[in-house]
């Protein structure tokens, strides 16, 4: 079995990102406007919804890193206006598109055209790059859940990236983006283990967890001890879509073994904010296979 990568450096994390913004922006550059009003599985969001989020963030991200006045002040009205994060929740009852919309975030997203959008998501993401190239990596940078050491702070954009371009690939019939970037989103999922019982409100049941993840090329991640009784194994690809709650466990290969096992598996939450509702199961998902290196 191959052993646990080291910690990536920040450097590594911001090639990373860079990497991961692109081959979303590679998907979504050639799709005409009216194709970018596709409902993803978010629902109430369509394709042009998820753009905006990820824009909306990625500004806020670089005031986090700029301007911590600012950025507080921006958090609390974000956060008094509707004070969740997960995808569709400002768009009403059912999710409609109709609904009033009462998020910034979703407000960028229908308030531009999609070249503007996209012109504006390109600048939102050079620039947190640049900023963030130049942070201090030992500081600690706030955010919408617990403040953050800066590779947390990296992960965390890296992992909302995949996690909308998901939907997007969803909405588009389209294959999981599958690279070694995966385990960056794996890694987060498996660390955010005490944050995902807190905001679910669910005990943890406290016994130790392994998780292994194939890696695209044939290696595996491990997380945990290696005589741990619970086990998580399964695709990486797999753990990134249940830790960003972009599939119900139901409908994945992973092998799960333990109490604790399945308890944090029904929680996991590799992002901020509130407990997210996660996915029904269901058998019309899309499929990760042939999916791009």
Do not use: K, N
């Amino acid at each position: 079995m191959s052993p646990r990568p080291q910690a990536p450096t920040i450097t590594q994390l911001l090639d990373d990102l860079a990497a991961e913004h692109e081959t979303l922006d590679e998907v979504v550059a050639p799709l005409p406007p009216r194709q970018w009003r596709t409902p993803t599985p978010a629902a109430g969001w369509d394709i042009a919804d998820s753009i905006g989020h990820l824009c909306f963030f990625d500004e806020a991200a670089t005031r986090a890193l700029t301007d911590r006045q600012g950025f507080a002040a921006g958090r609390a009205a974000f956060m008094a206006g509707d004070g969740d994060l997960s995808p569709g929740a400002g768009g009403g009852a059912g999710g409609s598109f109709d609904a009033p919309v009462r998020r910034p975030d979703e407000a960028l997203g229908r308030s531009l055209e999609p070249p503007r959008l996209l012109a504006r998501w390109r600048q939102a993401r050079h620039a947190l790059l640049a900023t963030a190239a130049r942070a201090d990596p030992a500081a600690r940078i706030p955010w919408y859940g617990p403040s953050m050491g800066l590779a947390s702070f990296l992960t965390a954009r890296l992992t909302e990236t995949w996690a909308h371009g998901q939907d997007v690939m969803d909405a588009l019939g389209l294959p999981s983006s599958v690279s070694a970037r995966l385990r960056h989103v794996v890694h987060l999922g498996v660390a955010a283990r005490p944050y995902a019982f807190a905001v679910h409100r669910a005990s943890d049941p406290g016994g130790a967890l392994r998780v292994e993840a194939q890696a695209p090329d044939g290696a595996t991640w491990t997380w945990g001890p290696p005589d741990a009784e619970d086990v998580v194994r399964g695709r990486a690809v797999d753990l990134a879509l249940v830790v960003t709650q972009r599939r119900h466990p139901a409908d994945t290969s992973l092998e799960v073994v333990g109490a604790t096992a399945t308890a944090w598996l029904a929680v996991a939450q590799a992002f901020a904010g509130p407990a997210g509702p996660g996915r029904p199961p269901s058998a019309a998902v899309a499929t990760t296979r042939g999916a791009r290196p």
